[in-house]
């Protein structure tokens, strides 16, 4: 008999999609969840699943019915796992609400239905405003065509969300010229040079995935249209939602979907807590990292990344 490690690779890996962008995968049965695309996310799924088989006692993962799933979630939030500081148990703390929702992820697959969403019982706020892949893919399941093109722009390329008003092709705009600017920046992605204007107007470039940047072209207007955001005047060349319109309607998403909201800005810590692993990945020095992350995000001092990956 295979064991359950093997058992779960087997069953994952009828949903692998590597090499391909998000836009070209295919949700996974009746579930939410698309096609792994990520090396990472299809191994800490499957060593997921595993896990789970082996809590409940079973031989077979296949033994596992949507029912059984559901009761051990709704049993896990009430968990406390230990921390230990030099090998003495320190304090304790419920599961964290990434671990419910990993382990949500693993047995939805398996079953094949979108199990009901548990929400830890921990009181405590974790630091951190970035979401995760899973949290980003239900915010936008609550949400419309328009918002939810919005969200994949912003988390793809660490946008504010006035910034999204301001996108110019590379042809059309220059970044700010008085700064020092990485060479490295963008290293590993690949995708289309847009500017946008941010804070204290700053112009630098923003690296747009290629699916998404032909589909914001389809968005293109006209003619530029005058858009009046926060008492800002700003002329915008795509009809995409932006500014504190998208901001509002980002948060009420995210409370539908997930009984909280991180903001929209959130999504930025998104892209540098994942941006800095990828680069700390190839290879790059922690200062180094860091100061990519921080010039593609619009500052300059590696320091404010580290508010970023709280």
């Known amino acids: 008999m295979k064991s359950l490690n093997e058992q779960a690779e087997a069953i994952m890996k009828a949903h692998k999609a590597f090499g391909q962008s998000k836009a070209q995968t295919e949700l ?3 579930t939410q969840y698309k ?9 800490e799924t499957t060593s997921t699943l595993a896990k789970i088989g082996k809590v409940l006692g079973v031989t077979q993962l296949k033994e596992i019915t949507p029912e059984m799933a559901s009761k051990y979630l709704n049993d896990r939030k009430e968990v406390r796992s230990v921390t230990k500081v030099c090998g003495k148990e320190k304090d304790y703390d419920n599961l964290s609400q990434k671990t419910l929702d990993a ?3 693993a047995l939805s697959i398996l079953t094949g239905t979108s199990l009901e969403r548990v929400f830890s019982n921990s009181g405590r706020r974790e630091a951190s405003r970035s979401y ?13 065509e328009k918002q939810r093109f919005a969200t994949e722009l912003a988390r793809a390329s660490g946008l504010r969300a006035q910034e999204l008003l301001t996108l110019r092709r590379a042809d059309e705009d220059k970044k ?3 700064r020092t600017w990485r060479d490295d920046r963008f290293e590993g992605l690949k995708g289309e040079v847009y500017i946008v204007t941010g804070k204290g107007g700053l112009k630098r470039e923003v690296l747009i995935p290629t699916d998404l940047a032909k589909k914001l072209e ?3 207007l006209d003619k530029p249209k005058i858009v009046i955001d926060r008492k800002v005047k700003l002329s915008s060349c795509y009809d995409i939602s932006g500014g504190k319109n998208f901001s509002k309607s ?10 909280f909201s991180h903001g929209a800005h959130g999504l930025r810590h998104t892209y540098a807590r994942e941006r800095y692993e990828t680069l700390r990945l190839l290879g790059k020095s922690e200062i180094d ?4 992350v921080s010039q593609e995000l619009g500052h300059f001092r590696p320091t404010i990344t580290e508010v970023y990956l709280r």
């Open 28 to 30: 996974i049965g009746s």
């Open 35 to 43: 096609q792994f695309t990520s090396v990472r996310s299809y191994k």
């Open 103 to 105: 382990e949500r992820k």
């Open 132 to 144: 995760t892949h899973e949290q980003v893919e239900d915010i936008k399941s609550a949400q419309n």
């Open 176 to 178: 700010t010229t008085n």
């Open 218 to 220: 389809s968005y293109r």
């Open 250 to 259: 980002f948060c009420g998403a995210s409370k539908r979907a997930l009984g």
């Open 289 to 292: 990292a860091k100061t990519i």
